[in-house]
Every structure is written in C-alpha cells, then in structure tokens.
C-alpha cells in the first residue's frame, strides 16, 4: 500500500505558467482534499471532492481548479500561476474523519 | 480564517519531561483531531476525541475536550526526541467531516536531549 502519493515532489513555474498536481490514493477512499501551507499558518484547504466526479470549492479556490475522474485521483490545477501561490501543496483522502495526507509538493512562483 | 489556534506557538523541553499544548476554537464541532508533521513532510493523524467525549488515550497521548470553552489539549508523557514535530488540532467544517477540516497554526515542539 503507497497510500498517498503526490506529483511532483518540486516544481518552479514563472509567473503566467500552468501546471496540473496529481494526487493518487489506493485505500478506496471517497473523499479527497487539497491544502496548502504557507509559512507558520496551518493547511487551508482548496477544494474537495465526496465521489468520483464531484468536486467543491474550500476556504481558498481563487485562482485553482480541480478534476476527480476516477476515484483514485485528484488533480489541482494552476490556471495561470501568481507568486502569492508559492507554497507546499498537500494532498489527503479519507473513508469519514481521519485524513491521510501525502507527502507534498513544494511550488515556487518567480 | 482559522477556526483552531494553538498555544504556545513553540515548546522546548527536555527528553523526559511532559508536553502539554492548547487549542481553541470558534464554533461548534462534532469531532476534533489532532496531527502531528514532522519537517518537510505530511501530516499525520494522531488522535479523535468525539464532542461527547471529555477524556481519550492513546499510548503516551491524552486528549481532553471542553466544548463549553471550546478548548482541546494535547498532553505527551515522556516524551522522546522522536516527538519532536509540529502539532495541529483540526476541526470539522461542517457536520459529517467529508467537506475537510480547518487547522490551527499548529504548536512547534523540541525535545532536547
């Protein structure tokens, strides 16, 4: 069992680039969630989804975008990257309450 | 906004001795969990306490819970070099917990050998 796992672990993109995030998870879980941290601040998160094909926005959707087309993956995307999104992105998925997270991925924006 | 938030911001104690940190929070929850992360990696989830709990064990961890102050606090026994992380206490959003969790901005603990 990997768990949850994230690509990819580092990216830098100039400011305007895109980029897509891929999280996978192999517990079956229904639900799954994408955070960032930000120095000294806890995770927010972005969006998530309860199935396969659903997808709802968190505390801080601006300026990402999210699919779940298949019920193991989850992919954020950076439409068009800013600086104010440099940050680590961390991926969980869950069956109820307890969260299993990945390992992240550390984004610069230049 | 954050709905938990940790106090202290950061503890350093020796190997040995107990670790006690607090979170508040603003609004009513079902459950509240705690997290552990150690640098550079991701979280970890380390206990549940259900809002009709008051007291839980795990190990060396204990968990209180006062919903009438809306406060939690993390006790670690003995602890060991090993513990030294930062921890979060994170509460449901809204009533089933599919729709994730709110973080504090966790407490930073050291162990000194």
């Known amino acids: 069992n990997a768990g949850v796992t994230q690509t990819p672990k580092f990216r830098v993109l100039k400011t305007g680039q895109s980029m897509t995030l891929l999280c996978a998870q192999d517990?079956?879980?229904?639900?799954m969630y994408w955070y960032r941290q930000d120095p000294g601040m806890g995770l927010r998160l972005i969006h998530y989804?309860?199935?396969?094909?659903?997808?709802a926005k968190g505390e801080v959707p601006d300026g990402y975008n999210v699919s779940r087309l298949k019920k193991q993956n989850f992919l954020l995307g950076l439409e068009s990257a800013a600086p104010s999104q440099t940050s680590v992105y961390f991926c969980?998925?869950?069956?109820?309450?307890?969260?299993?997270f990945g390992p992240g991925t550390r984004l610069t924006v230049t | 906004s954050q709905q938990g938030e940790e106090d202290p911001q950061a503890l350093s104690i020796q190997e040995g001795e107990n670790a006690t940190m607090n979170c508040s929070y603003k609004?009513?929850?079902?459950?509240l969990q705690w997290y552990r992360q150690n640098s550079g990696r991701g979280l970890v989830h380390l206990i549940l306490?259900?809002?009709?709990?008051r007291e839980k064990h795990s190990g060396r961890l204990r968990v209180t819970l006062d919903t009438s102050k809306k406060s939690s606090s993390l006790l670690i026994t003995a602890s060991r070099a090993a513990d030294t992380a930062s921890y979060f206490c994170a509460t449901d959003r809204s009533g089933g917990g599919a729709d994730g969790l709110t973080f504090g901005k966790g407490t930073h603990l050291i162990i000194q050998p």
């Open positions: 306490i259900r809002s009709n709990e």
């Open positions: 969980a998925s869950s069956s109820w309450a307890e969260q299993y």
């Open positions: 609004t009513s929850i079902n459950n």
């Open positions: 517990m079956n879980h229904e639900y």
């Open positions: 989804s309860v199935g396969e094909g659903t997808t």
